[in-house]
């Protein structure tokens, strides 16, 4: 029987399994095929983390994890497929078979890129579609590639891209970006990038692979050639396990203060996937370490 089970191991698994190890708690790290720790992991650049300023996204995570590593944290590899509760304790089932018993669990499993749907996206997935231009980008040297988005993702994408391509089409939806002040201004003065306002991609087109794409501007549609779409619109929570046990808000995010307490007893949640303003590293460590605070003051109850 665990005091906590972790569930994911992304800034905020990996911060709270920082806190219960020094807190001396029986606590273990639930991750689903590890390939960097969480989406920071796709970052080139992360510019706003105290004292780690320019840091690229998964050399910061790696360093989350050695420590989290350097104090004995426990990992085990799986998908938590199923929780269940059983009187106070829970049960926690993996995709593998194998199963958990914890006191409490901290869910920290952050949230997924959300698809375009449009046609033409799924059929090119992995073939000039992408969602991750720090893994991808540099396949793109010399070649024409689109961007679909307004948020700091979509805007550092095409600053990335901008590296290698000799065209980026960056294409948002309204007539503002949502993205910060500063990644805009940089965006607007870099001379291979095109903004395309009040814009949307409406088809992807090609036969075997990415050859244009159908854009549409106030009921007006051009096709644009391009051999690459980076699609950056934004997230969905992966709360769907969980949304039979705790209050879930109408975008599926699990509804938590900062204390991570959520409205069933011995859950908790941390990072993305939860309520809140501001979904950053610095916001998810913080989650991280609170959650494992809320859960000591709740073992002490039950214990
Ligand atoms: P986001 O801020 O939610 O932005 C998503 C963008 O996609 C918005 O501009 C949105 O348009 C657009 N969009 C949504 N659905 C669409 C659709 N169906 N078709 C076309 N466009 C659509 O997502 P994000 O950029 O991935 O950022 C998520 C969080 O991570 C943010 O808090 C961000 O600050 C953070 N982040 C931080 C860093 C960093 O610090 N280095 C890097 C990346 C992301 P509207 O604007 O019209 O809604």
Redesign the pocket.
């Known amino acids: 029987m665990y005091d906590i089970v972790i569930i994911g191991s992304g800034p905020a698994g990996l911060s709270s399994a920082i806190y219960a190890q020094r807190a001396g708690l029986k606590a273990v790290v639930v991750e689903k095929n590890y390939l960097g720790t969480g989406?920071?992991s796709e970052?080139e650049?992360?510019?706003?983390?105290p004292g780690l300023y320019g840091e690229n996204?998964f050399d910061l995570g790696e360093k989350f994890r050695s420590h989290a590593e350097s104090l004995g944290t426990e990992f085990i590899e799986g998908e938590a497929v199923k929780i269940s509760k059983n009187a106070t304790d829970y049960s926690i089932e993996l995709d593998n078979g194998n199963s958990l018993e914890t006191h409490t669990v901290i869910y920290a499993v952050g949230?997924e890129?959300?698809?375009?749907?449009v046609e033409g996206e799924k059929e090119f997935s992995g073939r000039g579609v992408s969602y991750c231009a720090v893994c991808d980008a540099a396949f793109y040297k010399d070649k024409i590639t689109a961007v679909?988005?307004?948020?700091?993702?979509?805007?550092?994408d095409a600053a990335l891209l901008s590296k290698f391509a000799k065209k980026v089409y960056l294409?948002?939806?309204?007539d503002?970006?949502?993205?910060?002040k500063t990644l805009q201004q940089k965006v607007e003065n870099i001379s291979n990038v095109e903004i395309l306002l009040n814009s949307?991609?409406k088809k992807i087109n090609g036969s075997n692979k990415v050859e244009s794409i159908t854009v549409d501007k106030n009921g007006a549609e051009t096709e644009i050639k391009v051999d690459g779409v980076f699609v950056?619109?934004?997230?969905v929570p992966n709360s769907a396990i969980l949304k039979d046990l705790v209050e879930v808000d109408n975008n599926g995010y699990i509804v938590a203060n900062e204390d991570g307490v959520t409205s069933a007893n011995g859950i908790f949640v941390a990072g993305?996937v939860r309520t809140k303003k501001?979904?950053?590293?610095v916001t998810a460590v913080s989650d991280g370490a609170n959650c494992v605070l809320s859960a000591e003051d709740y073992l002490e109850k039950i214990k």
């Open positions: 989406q920071i970052s650049r992360v510019d706003n983390y996204g949230t890129r959300r698809k375009l749907q679909a988005g307004g948020g700091d993702t979509a805007l550092g294409i948002h939806r309204r503002k970006f949502r993205a910060n949307q991609i950056a619109v934004g997230s993305d501001l979904r950053q590293v």
